[in-house]
């Protein structure tokens, strides 16, 4: 509740006047004079008849008052210090590209930080380019001007179930991908992408003094770095390293900053299908569910070994390493800790004269010379050496690593993903793009993500049903258990068909095998049994990799009994007959 006595003296911060306002608009104020609005809110006085504030923000009403001025009890209540901040990035969709006819209201507990620099209550478009804006990078690509986002329906959805006061702070720009998005340099340039975000994020961390949750969604421009191979249901990691990176670099100034990510939606048609399914896939598997995390070697001073005035190895940096040696003497460096048993790859520019190999245990990488690498080893010791290549040989070599890192990637820890492939999108030639009904959706998701996975608040599901097996019955049987009770079939949609076909999918050694039903398991109210043709060989399982309905909810999609939440697309799973 208000402090007492009433606060007195100049108040002109626009954020509190957005906010006296705002109250005013939603019936939670009843003031009998509208003067203490004016842009010196203390040219006038009212009395304050019934004072009631809104539930997120804890307060309680308060006994008639007399010569009460709004402002000053606006002031009172410190509403700046009880925000989280959420920094909203990405490209398109996280933009914003739905229909701005019918946004979802402002709420008096959602506030932003607009691209103009103002704090203010939070509006739709929620990233509209104001004056002030200080990223001139264009947005680009069909519809490309900021409209309806998932920002203000996921602050309504923070407000209401985790009785927080969401700060928005939009940073996202259409048609930009994660190279993009990384930082381009070791010091801060505001007029970047990544500047601006990080900027950004430390100025609503200064004003809250919370540590930002960061909000994100793409990048469907990155779609085509990850393929899938049916035969094996390998799925490629670019597209998580590029991301791990990313998040990575963000945590530098915010350590362990929570993620909430949306998956890829889907298309229409076309290749973008598959392109997002893929990536899709590569987002499903890096969901924190406390599993096997991404492995970055930290690059510290490698050992050397064998040097003597005339052979050297000097460590410019951790990471920047020169050999030379007059063929004398053997020359090696080394990084440790690693994992036997592991594949690694490791990414290097060498430049010079001179001739190395590469030992882990045994010796993979023999007589190679200046270029651009990325190599793959599986480490045999605990240690990766570099070796000058054989006796006699002169040596100048400097080695520049990018990195060094767990091949097979894994899951990104504290960063969580929303489910977006069923909800409606934009009709016609702009389809990769969420519609204002898909992204209030998608903000109701966010927001419960957020409640459930990081607050840990009982009694809220923010994830829905996620795949837990797939399990071979027999030659024409597959089971697909989830995490969670799976609702029936809607009406119409029979066999969880999206009207054409199931959304499940399965090969066989790389052959698409034809589906006959799919159907709840009668044993197991948490399953799926596929029905399939005959299969021989190495069984790989997808899930949502069709085309999908553009402005219409996507149909044969699979949901819990409870949210509803849907189980993500897709889901790219070997398993042996």
Same mark, same amino acid.
């Given at each position: 509740s208000f402090g007492r006595p009433l606060v007195s003296g100049t108040y002109y911060p626009s954020v509190e006047i957005e906010t006296a306002k705002a109250l005013w608009n939603s019936g939670y104020v009843s003031v009998a004079d509208a003067s203490v609005f004016d842009q010196d809110p203390l040219a006038g006085t009212s009395p304050l008849d019934d004072f009631n504030i809104a539930r997120a923000l804890s307060l309680s009403r308060q006994p008639a008052q007399t010569s009460a001025n709004l402002a000053a009890e606006l002031a009172a209540s410190q509403f700046v210090a009880q925000q989280q901040p959420f920094v909203i990035g990405g490209q398109s969709n996280a933009d914003g590209r739905g229909s701005i006819a019918n946004p979802s209201p402002s709420h008096p507990s959602v506030f932003m930080l607009d691209k103009g620099e103002n704090y203010r209550i939070a509006t739709e478009p929620l990233g509209a380019q104001l004056s002030g804006w200080v990223n001139n990078i264009p947005g680009g690509g069909p519809g490309s001007t900021p409209a309806h986002s998932l920002g203000v329906e996921m602050g309504k959805v923070l407000a209401r179930e985790a009785g927080i006061v969401p700060l928005l702070v939009p940073c996202a720009i259409g048609s930009t991908t994660f190279e993009q998005w990384l930082q381009p340099e070791l010091t801060l340039d505001i007029s970047t992408l990544f500047g601006a975000l990080i900027l950004r994020a430390q100025k609503a961390a200064q004003r809250t003094g919370q540590s930002p949750i960061f909000v994100w969604y793409g990048h469907e421009s990155n779609s085509s770095d990850? !393929?899938?191979?049916?035969?094996? +249901?390998? #799925? +490629?990691?670019?597209?998580?390293?590029?991301?791990?990176?990313?998040?990575?670099?963000?945590?530098?100034?915010?350590?362990?900053?929570?993620?909430?990510?949306?998956?890829? %939606?889907?298309?229409?048609? &076309? !290749?973008?299908?598959?392109?997002?399914?893929?990536? &899709?896939?590569?987002? =499903?598997?890096?969901?924190?569910?406390?599993?096997?995390?991404?492995?970055?070697?930290?690059?510290?001073?490698?050992?050397?070994?064998?040097?003597?005035?005339?052979?050297?190895?000097?460590?410019?940096?951790? %990471?920047? $390493?020169?050999?030379?040696?007059? +063929? @004398?003497?053997?020359?090696?460096?080394?990084?440790?800790?690693?994992? $036997? @048993?592991?594949?690694?790859?490791?990414?290097?520019? #060498?430049?010079?004269? @001179?001739?190395?190999? $590469?030992?882990?245990?045994?010796?993979?990488? %023999?007589?190679?010379?200046?270029?651009?690498?990325?190599?793959?080893?599986?480490? +045999?010791?605990?240690?990766?050496?570099? /070796? =000058?290549? /054989? /006796?006699?040989?002169?040596?100048?070599?400097?080695?520049?690593?990018?990195?060094?890192?767990?091949?097979?990637?894994?899951?990104?820890?504290?960063?969580?993903?929303?489910?977006?492939?069923?909800?409606?999108?934009?009709? @016609?030639?702009? %389809?990769?793009?969420?519609?204002?009904?898909?992204?209030?959706?998608? &903000?109701?998701?966010?927001?419960?993500?957020?409640?459930?996975?990081?607050?840990?608040?009982?009694?809220?599901?923010?994830?829905?049903p996620r795949l837990v097996s797939v399990t071979s019955t027999d030659a024409t049987h597959t089971k697909v258990k989830f995490s969670q009770n799976i609702a029936a079939a809607k009406a119409g949609e029979t066999n969880y068909g999206d009207g054409t076909d199931s959304l499940f999918r399965v090969y066989d050694a790389g052959v698409e095998k034809s589906v006959t039903t799919v159907a709840i398991d009668g044993a197991d109210a948490t399953a799926l049994i596929i029905t399939h043709a005959s299969c021989s060989g190495v069984r790989v399982v997808s899930y949502g990799d069709r085309a999908g309905q553009g402005a219409q909810w996507r149909k044969g999609v699979v949901y819990n009994t409870t949210s509803p939440l849907p189980l993500p697309a897709p889901a790219f799973i070997a398993t042996s007959v």
């Open positions: 990850t !393929v899938v191979d049916l035969a094996t +249901g390998s #799925v +490629g990691s670019a597209f998580l390293w590029k991301m791990d990176t990313l998040i990575r670099q963000v945590r530098a100034y915010f350590p362990n900053a929570p993620f909430l990510y949306a998956q890829l %939606s889907t298309a229409n048609s &076309g !290749v973008e299908v598959t392109r997002f399914a893929y990536a &899709g896939e590569s987002q =499903r598997r890096a969901h924190d569910t406390g599993g096997t995390y991404t492995e970055v070697a930290t690059l510290v001073a490698p050992q050397a070994s064998s040097v003597d005035a005339t052979n050297t190895i000097t460590s410019n940096s951790p %990471s920047n $390493i020169t050999m030379q040696g007059d +063929g @004398g003497t053997p020359l090696t460096f080394y990084y440790s800790n690693f994992t $036997i @048993g592991k594949a690694y790859e490791i990414a290097v520019t #060498v430049t010079g004269t @001179g001739l190395f190999n $590469i030992t882990s245990g045994s010796t993979p990488y %023999s007589n190679q010379g200046a270029g651009t690498y990325v190599y793959a080893v599986t480490a +045999g010791a605990t240690t990766i050496s570099f /070796s =000058r290549q /054989s /006796s006699g040989q002169p040596t100048n070599l400097t080695f520049n690593f990018s990195y060094i890192r767990a091949l097979n990637g894994g899951q990104i820890q504290n960063a969580y993903m929303a489910v977006t492939h069923d909800v409606p999108r934009n009709a @016609g030639a702009d %389809s990769i793009h969420l519609s204002d009904i898909g992204q209030k959706e998608v &903000g109701r998701r966010m927001g419960l993500l957020y409640a459930d996975r990081v607050l840990k608040l009982p009694g809220i599901d923010g994830l829905g």
